[in-house]
């Protein structure tokens, strides 16, 4: 904390707006920025992280793993004294290994949680097949060991510290899919506050707030909204998260919701997209209570390396010549800032690859060089320097940003020669289409990559190397090179001062190999009420709530 600044203080009731409030927080299905903000104050993993630090720290853990000599072993010793609730039991390393289980084997939970822990031994193929996984195993209440096919230790690691680890009690029943709100219990801090016996709930939410002279109203409570209060049976002193506020409301909110953020007190907008009117409004005041924080996300225009023409690593790289990022970023409303490559400001190896001004790859220049394009083409064996051949498919989602974002990469494209046939389907179709198995779909303009864990490989190892598991879905480029994988490897076994310039490295790999042509790192706008010492999460594009606090009006964004 900066000297001088005002000490956290504790209690009060927070407002989240924007947001749609669960019956509960489930612990593994985390699909978005919002679930993420409610699962950090709800439940508790091995390992976790402070804002704005780079590396993980223990929570649920005792200490810092340990590693085998080949990297392929990770054993974690639990603290003592740990337990779910309310009146809940002790957490075991068995609970831990229940809940890893069910986040790999779970539809929603599987995909994000096998970027990062894919290699453990015996890791069924299919999403939906909950089994014993041989690599994950509890040797006893409190040791956790985790054994993996590669020596891929620091993405596993990176696992632990996600919603993928959130132990669940082992004596649950092994069934893919939702739980039922009776059926979660809670690590962390807070949870619903009708899990509590009546006697212990407290007072009910109130409506809008009596004002006095001078001051602000609070907003209204949200219809249907979840209110989160304190867990008794949470040990604050032996948790990385201070948990300052004694209570939340969370909710969508009504039409004015955001405004009544900026004007009002007491109160915090955590929804997708903050309204056009008051964004502007905010931006005109210049006022410190609108954040822009970035989200560790990396959208492309994706070609499929294994289709013709694109197999051609020639023509790949006459297409991210001809294609204009900072033209695609402005068709998506500008928001965020073009990308120059794969890894996001704030990720290890970032400023490595050049920071924003990028790789200096020649065919990945900072606008479209159409001329490049056409060097590039005739190399390829195409004299006029204009690609001729049949028409290619293009997919995209059948949303506003989306179809600007491929109508104008299509449009480039057909610049050069290439003969674009767009169709426009369900984002669910979209990516799973443009990732299944021989797809005939050669161009994904709406692809994306990220990394809530703040973990390069699980965009670079995840986007572009090593063969996909059987009956999983392919990478977005379909690509196969050596070269990819041969730095993926080095990386994974880089020791922890030279992670940074090897991740580099890999991004430097995978720019060569033109898989495409990254056009935006995500960024999204969140609002706080004046009296609010808002924090912000930058792994996960929201609010830090566990480390937000309420004071008296001030003019700063955040406390460290």
Do not use: K
């Not at 096919?149 to 510290?161: C, D, F, K």
């Not at 807070?190 to 809008?208: F, H, I, T, V």
């Not at 690609?387 to 179809?403: C, K, M, S, V």
């Not at 389907?425 to 198995?437: F, I, K, M, N, T």
Request: glycine share 12%; with cysteine; charged share 25%.
């Amino acid at each position: 904390m900066a000297p001088n600044a005002p000490q956290p203080q504790r209690g009060g009731t927070l407002t989240v707006l924007g947001v749609d409030a669960p019956a509960a927080v489930d612990p593994h299905r985390v699909a978005g920025p919002a679930d993420a903000m409610l699962h950090a104050i709800a439940h508790r993993t091995p390992y976790t992280h402070r804002p704005g630090d780079d590396e993980a720290v223990a929570d649920l853990a005792e200490g810092a793993p340990e590693v085998s000599d080949d990297g392929r072993t990770v054993t974690v010793r639990l603290r003592a004294g740990a337990r779910f609730g309310p009146d809940g039991d002790a957490i075991t390393a068995a609970d831990v290994e229940h809940g890893l289980e069910r986040a790999l084997a779970d539809p929603v939970a599987g995909p994000p949680a096998r970027r990062l822990l894919g290699d453990l031994v015996g890791l069924p193929p299919r999403l939906g097949q909950w089994r014993d996984i041989p690599g994950v195993e509890s040797l006893d209440a409190r040791t956790l060991e985790l054994r993996l096919e590669r020596p891929s230790a620091s993405l596993a690691i990176a696992g632990l510290a996600t919603p993928a680890a959130t132990p669940l009690p082992a004596d649950e029943p092994r069934a893919p899919g939702a739980l039922a709100p009776d059926a979660i219990v809670y690590s962390g801090p807070y949870l619903p506050r009708e899990r509590l016996p009546a006697d212990e709930r407290g007072e009910e939410p109130l409506g809008r707030a009596e004002a006095g002279a001078g001051q602000r109203l609070a907003p209204a409570v949200p219809a249907g909204a979840l209110t989160l209060v304190r867990n008794p049976d949470w040990d604050g002193a032996a948790t990385a998260t201070p948990a300052y506020v004694e209570r939340f409301v969370v909710g969508r909110g009504e039409g004015g919701a955001a405004a009544s953020v900026l004007d009002g007190s007491r109160a915090l907008w955590a929804g997708e997209d903050v309204p056009g009117d008051v964004l502007r409004r905010a931006q005109r005041r210049a006022t410190p209570q609108l954040v822009q924080v970035a989200v560790p996300v990396t959208r492309f225009v994706a070609l499929n390396a294994a289709r013709a023409p694109f197999d051609d690593r020639r023509v790949r790289r006459a297409a991210v010549a001809a294609l204009d990022r900072v033209a695609l970023w402005e068709a998506a409303g500008g928001r965020g800032e073009p990308a120059s490559h794969w890894l996001p400001p704030g990720m290890p190896g970032h400023d490595r690859s050049g920071g924003r001004e990028g790789l200096g790859v020649p065919h990945l220049p900072p606008v479209a060089d159409p001329g490049l394009a056409g060097e590039l083409l005739r190399g390829a064996g195409f004299a006029d320097g204009r690609y001729e051949g049949p028409p290619i498919r293009a997919l995209a989602a059948d949303l506003a940003p989306d179809r600007a974002v491929a109508r104008e990469a299509v449009g480039q494209l057909e610049r050069v020669g290439f003969d674009v046939e767009l169709e426009l389907a369900g984002a669910q179709d979209v990516e799973a289409r443009c990732q299944a198995p021989g797809t005939d779909v050669s161009l994904c303009p709406g692809a994306a990559l990220g990394s809530p864990a703040g973990e390069p490989g699980a965009i670079l190892r995840a986007g572009f190397g090593g063969a996909p598991q059987d009956g999983a879905a392919e990478r977005w480029s379909h690509l196969d090179a050596p070269s990819v994988d041969l730095a993926i490897a080095e990386a994974l076994a880089a020791r922890q001062e030279r992670r940074p310039r090897a991740w580099a490295d890999v991004n430097r790999a995978v720019a060569q190999e033109a898989a495409g042509a990254p056009w935006r790192w995500d960024e999204r706008p969140l609002l706080r009420a004046r009296d609010v010492r808002g924090v912000v999460d930058e792994r996960r594009g929201t609010w830090a709530l566990g480390w937000t606090w309420l004071g008296a009006d001030a003019e700063q964004d955040r406390v460290r």
